[in-house]
T-cell receptor, first 115, second 115 residues
Framework: NAGVMQNPRHLVRRRGQEARLRCSPM?????VYWYRQLPEEGLKFMVYLQKENIIDESGMPKERFSAEFPKEGPSILRIQQVVRGDSAAYFC?????????????FGPGTRLTVT | AQSVTQLDSQVPVFEEAPVELRCNYSSSVSVYLFWYVQYPNQGLQLLLKYLSGSTLVKGINGFEAEFNKSQTSFHLRKPSVHISDTAEYFCAVSSFSGGYNKLIFGAGTRLAVHP
């Protein structure tokens, strides 16, 4: 059973470009969570999605950031017009159901560098 | 609001010595508690979790943690560390609210095991 997959593992973008980060949850999991880890800090919750629904986006910056989890395909975290402060590791986690959402399985992360 | 405090940002220790990584949390409701390990440039791996029952929890790689409700602590211990335990360790708390669990992480403790 493959674990949570994220790609790309490393992404370099110039200021003003767009970054798209992809997350494929574990097989059978329909709940996805995105976290951001800034240098020398712990992980901070960004958004929680179920298939085709955003359940909680209280940790998402109000501008430039968006997330989706379509019926088919991976979850996408999209950052428009990136700035240097967006440089961070972005982790995705998945769980099988809301009642089991304490059991989150993490992917290897995407390390975004904005130059 | 929930929060997690990891009291030590770095812990140096010699190989085969015991180690304790400290974690305190604050929450007004019942919580689940977790320890994750992050090796360099990798994702998070669950070490152990406390959901209910016995306050002494055993995890992988010889780690254990004790839940102390009166002191709101969940310290991680290992009686004899190896070089391979060098990594970042994160304590996390979650509670079921709004129909799901959201993980709140501490800032992390960097464990450096020296020969």
């Amino acid at each position: 059973n493959a674990g949570v997959m994220q790609n790309p593992r490393h992404l370099v973008r110039r200021r003003g470009q767009e970054a798209r980060l992809r997350c494929s949850p574990m097989k059978g999991h329909s709940h996805v969570y995105w976290y951001r880890q800034l240098p020398e800090e712990g992980l901070k919750f960004m958004v929680y999605l179920q298939k085709e629904n955003i359940i909680d986006e209280s940790g998402m910056p109000k501008e430039r950031f968006s997330a989706e989890f379509p019926k088919e395909g991976p979850s996408i975290l999209r950052i428009q017009q990136v700035v240097r402060g967006d440089s961070a590791a972005y982790f995705c986690a998945s769980s099988p159901a809301a009642r089991d959402s304490y059991e989150q399985y993490f992917g290897p992360g995407t390390r975004l560098t904005v130059t | 609001a929930q929060s997690v405090t990891q009291l030590d940002s770095q812990v140096p220790v010699f190989e085969e010595a015991p180690v304790e990584l400290r974690c305190n949390y604050s929450s007004s409701v019942s919580v689940y508690l977790f320890w994750y390990v992050q090796y360099p440039n990798q994702g998070l791996q669950l070490l152990l979790k406390y959901l209910s029952g016995s306050t002494l929890v055993k995890g992988i790689n010889g780690f254990e943690a004790e839940f102390n409700k009166s002191q709101t602590s969940f310290h991680l211990r290992k009686p004899s560390v190896h070089i391979s335990d060098t990594a970042e360790y994160f304590c996390a708390v979650s509670s079921f609210s709004g129909g799901y669990n959201k993980l709140i992480f501490g800032a992390g403790t960097r464990l450096a095991v020296h020969p």
